[in-house]
């Protein structure tokens, strides 16, 4: 793969965000009134846009939503934040592509302010030249104008880039911008949702990743 800028998703791609997510979606939905025991119940607010999500799967309106939002935080921020693992092998990854001399960017649908300090908590940041997500207020939070504002910021050539992430959201949303895609099968995007998408590569495992770009 010759690519001269590489687009990482976080949440699935990166990291594996499973407790902090959860516990965080858990927390909200207890404080208003609905119990949740099964934190698996909830892996499916990882990767999507939590107000969206909170609508669709209980039907919320857009002011109950805001407010699932932001009992979500109010636990993430200080906690779920840090319940969360780098997987095995991104690091490795991530000093390949260092030493071929790509640019690397994180663009995620999590808050930038989330997104940056779980970086550098984990200490991957320096990796990147810039990490791009969303605003507190929901700006940004749909993959097509993140990447389309991505790009135009750095100025960046869609040929010359590539999208590498774990749910359909990421896929759509770099093909849309004229990207090449990657989509990945360790993450939590099910074979099927990521073959829907027809991307233009398919690894199933980080070491597969890894030694495509060693090609």
Do not use: C
């Amino acid at each position: 793969m010759h690519y001269q800028n590489i687009l990482f998703d976080l949440d699935g791609t990166l990291t594996d965000p499973r407790e902090g997510i959860t516990r965080s979606i858990q927390f909200a939905l207890a404080q208003l009134g609905i119990d949740e025991p099964d934190l698996t119940q909830l892996e499916h607010f990882i990767g999507p846009p939590l107000l969206q999500q909170f609508m669709h799967a209980y039907g919320f309106d857009e002011a109950k939503a805001w407010e699932a939002v932001g009992f979500y935080r109010e636990r993430f921020k200080v906690t779920g934040l840090y319940e969360n693992q780098v997987f095995e092998g991104v690091f490795a990854l991530l000093d390949t592509l260092a030493g071929q001399g790509l640019h690397l960017y994180i663009a995620t649908s999590k808050p930038w302010v989330f997104a940056r300090e779980i970086a550098r908590h984990f200490d991957f940041a320096k990796h990147f030249k810039v990490i791009y997500g969303s605003e507190l207020d929901g700006t940004r939070t749909d993959k097509v104008e993140l990447i389309r504002h991505l790009l135009a910021e750095e100025g960046l050539d869609p040929k010359q880039t590539l999208m590498i992430g774990d749910r359909k959201h990421d896929l759509i949303g770099a093909q849309r911008n004229g990207l090449d895609v990657v989509a990945v099968g360790y993450g939590f995007g099910s074979r099927e949702e990521l073959a829907a998408e027809s991307p233009t590569y398919h690894f199933e495992t980080l070491a597969e990743l890894h030694a495509a770009f060693l090609k």
